[in-house]
């Protein structure tokens, strides 16, 4: 039964929070009774296994992965840009089924070229979500402090 089915607490906990090897990390958290685990992306490139195999390693250690994080430059991106991101998206897709894990996340633009305008972000945002909604995936939004149109959690809502 799962751990939310019996009234506990499902814990997770972000790799990027952790030293050592993507492979050390995922071994310590589960040695220490975590449930899950946030694969950060920069983790998982400096790892000497594929997404595949770090996938295979959660479920051995009894993990899920709750995310892939962080998506980053996405929202407001000039048009001649928008075809590579999209396809930088769904590369980043396939990665999340290998490791297991259905939810992204996207981090607001901080991009020098990003463009503010509120109409083109809700269209990148539309067409991320049918994206992820044809493969079954969802995606997240952290607004970072230092975003450059997006830096406060009222503007992501």
């Known amino acids: 039964m799962p751990v939310a089915a019996q009234g ?3 814990t997770s906990i972000a790799t990027c929070s952790l030293s050592g090897t993507l492979e050390l990390k995922l071994r310590a958290s589960a040695q220490a009774g975590f449930n899950g685990a946030e694969i950060f992306e ?3 490139l400096t790892s000497q296994k594929s997404a595949r195999e770090i ?3 959660l479920r051995e250690l009894g993990l899920k992965c709750t995310l892939f994080q962080p998506f980053r430059d996405f929202e407001g991106m000039p048009d001649n840009l928008r075809p590579r991101i999209f396809a930088r998206i769904e590369r980043k897709f396939d990665v999340m089924e290998e490791l297991g894990t259905d ?3 996207v981090c607001s ?3 020098p070229v990003s463009s503010a305008d509120r109409n083109r972000i809700i269209a990148d945002f539309r067409e991320l979500g049918e994206r992820a909604g044809r493969r ?3 995606v997240g939004y952290e607004a970072l402090a ?3 149109h997006v830096w406060d959690h009222r503007e992501a809502w």
Do not use: A, I, Q
């Open 8 to 10: 506990l607490m499902f």
């Open 42 to 44: 920069n983790d998982l």
């Open 55 to 57: 996938g295979g390693l």
């Open 103 to 105: 939810l992204l996340l």
């Open 109 to 111: 633009n901080v991009s």
């Open 136 to 138: 079954g995936l969802r």
């Open 146 to 148: 230092w975003g450059k």
